[in-house]
């Protein structure tokens, strides 16, 4: 934004339009201008404006003892009509941040902010309808409707494409856009895309071109059904409901105890994920034994995106529930789930998940008594997980779940929990990781 465009904004806001205020924030914020920025976004919010309420919402999220604040700034936002604010405050009923867990009142937001045009909802009730399952028209409409708005959307919409759930042709528009916007899968995506588009004539999708028709009716029908921790995935249509879906353990070490758990996440949600971890990247950490924050290491060289409550929504929701169900624990002892990316050469070297018992973080959470490790590509070489002692390798295919503990039968530290994620030789490799505790996650 230009100065001059800058100095418009001061001026409008000066009269106390709410809206040029909160735009006036942003700009300031995008300039560095922090500390101005900050005083005209509580001026905003003072006046009355929905994403005023929704931003200040967001940074109080970042700790538990902000969620009734954030709360009440969230349904003030909700009340100004802001899609943001709808989306976020479903995360916090369907979760149980802070809240009983209400996951009628969570898909009423983001069915309203959907109905309304926003296409991060859209692809979110989509998502939900694909977890369940994987064939569902609507589920596949609603991510199609907003591929072209929403990265996640179009992500998801082209690797839909590429499983043979989707057009190709119409995929090959939404993926432009991808590379457009330097999407770190786009070129993988591209590769694979071009390889199913080879094989699928234009007839065999005649409504290639055609705006996706959504009923609305039905698809607030289908999500009447959603569990509140959806309890498996159905892979085909007819399959059985995910709630009465067995989970099959495939037995991979006895000590630690490691079992896997197949094809339990389908491939478009696997993208999903990588899609909305990707905006938040950075470098990965350690846990600090002293104080407890984490901390850069030299053990740990591949990037990380930990999604906590304001960049979660219902699909990432129903992924870490399905882990904790994977896992036998309930989701409310789960930390939040963390997305890594290792490139060529990257590895985590040798540790145990468990903690140090002491500090404010052990006395609130407990130990990390589980590790779920969700496999989210396969377009790599090297990079198993590897057991020391037992000396076991594993690589998941994409889709698949290992779960192992990190403490004994007694509860204590095991030693032979030690593991790597082994150095990268060749490709991305792309992973998420969730622990849980002993007790209710903290954070």
């Known amino acids: 934004m230009t100065p001059q465009q800058i100095a418009d904004l001061r001026r409008r806001a000066e009269t106390g339009e709410a809206r040029a205020q909160y735009a006036l924030a942003s700009a300031l914020s995008g300039a560095g201008q922090r500390d101005e920025a900050d005083l005209w976004l509580k001026r905003a919010a003072e006046a009355g404006d929905p994403e005023a309420h929704f931003t200040l919402a967001t940074r109080l999220l970042q700790k538990k ?4 604040e954030a709360r009440a700034l969230l349904e003030q936002s909700v009340s100004g009509g802001s899609t943001a604010g709808m989306r976020t405050l479903s995360v916090l009923l369907a979760d149980g941040f802070g809240v009983p867990s209400d996951w009628r009142s969570a898909l009423r937001l983001v069915l309203r902010a959907a109905r309304s ?19 569902d028209i609507d589920g596949g ?9 929403d ?17 190709p042709g119409t995929a090959q528009g939404v993926l432009a856009r991808l590379v457009n916007i330097k999407y770190p899968r786009a070129e993988q995506l591209k ?8 094989g699928v004539r234009d007839k065999e999708f005649p409504n290639a071109k055609a705006t996706p028709s959504l009923d609305w009716t039905r698809i607030e029908s289908k999500l009447a059904t959603i569990e509140p921790a959806l309890g498996g995935l159905a892979r085909r249509a007819g399959a059985l409901r995910p709630s009465e879906r067995a989970v099959v353990h495939e037995p991979i070490s006895a000590a630690p105890h490691a079992y896997a758990v197949r094809d339990a996440v389908p491939p478009e949600m696997l993208e999903y994920l990588m899609a909305a971890a990707a905006r938040c990247l950075g470098p990965s950490m350690t846990f600090d034994p002293l104080t407890g924050a984490p901390r850069k290491d030299e053990y740990r060289t591949s990037m990380t995106a930990t999604l906590g409550p304001a960049d979660q929504d219902l699909s990432i929701v129903a992924i870490n529930q399905l882990l904790a169900r994977f896992a036998g624990i309930e989701h ?19 540790h145990f998940d468990w903690i140090p018992p002491t500090g404010r973080d052990f006395a609130a959470c407990g130990q990390r008594i589980m590790t779920a490790l969700l496999y989210l590509n396969d377009e790599y070489e090297g990079g198993e997980t590897h057991f020391m002692a ?12 290992l779960i192992f503990s990190n ?16 150095p990268v030789r060749a490709g991305v490799k792309w992973i998420a990781s969730k622990w849980f505790r002993e007790r209710e996650f903290a954070f």
């Open 65 to 68: 003892t902000g969620l009734s």
């Open 117 to 135: 045009g926003d296409a991060p909802a859209a692809r979110d009730l989509g998502g939900l309808l694909i977890l369940k399952d994987i064939d």
């Open 141 to 149: 409409a609603l991510i199609e409707s907003a591929a072209m708005l």
């Open 151 to 167: 990265p996640v959307a179009g992500a998801t919409f082209v690797r839909r494409a590429i499983e043979g759930r989707g057009n």
């Open 191 to 198: 590769r694979r895309l071009s390889q199913t588009a080879a």
């Open 332 to 350: 409310s002892r789960g930390e939040f789930i963390s997305v890594l990316r290792y490139a060529p050469g990257e590895e985590y070297r040798p």
């Open 390 to 401: 037992p000396d076991v390798k594993f690589k998941g295919a994409p889709g698949d779940v």
């Open 407 to 422: 403490v004994t039968a007694d509860g204590a530290p095991d030693s032979a929990a030690r593991h790597a994620g082994l």
